[in-house]
């Protein structure tokens, strides 16, 4: 019987690392990201918050 060569084996392994290793820099890319545009929408509410309130203030 015909055996594939280990090598095949070694291949398909590195492949397999090679994309879950992928995977991981993209979910803590996105994670990164998610977390950088969550930050960036609570401070232009903050400053919107505070420019309202400097404005009543004045009156």
């Known amino acids: 019987m015909f055996r594939a060569p280990c090598m095949i084996g070694l291949s398909v392994a590195v492949g397999r690392f090679v994309e879950a290793l992928f ?9 990164v990201a998610g977390v950088l545009i969550l930050g960036v929408v609570v401070a ?10 400097w404005a009543r203030r004045k009156r």
């Open 23 to 31: 995977w991981g820099i993209f979910r803590v890319a996105g994670a």
């Open 44 to 53: 232009v509410v903050a400053w919107v918050v505070a420019r309202k309130m």
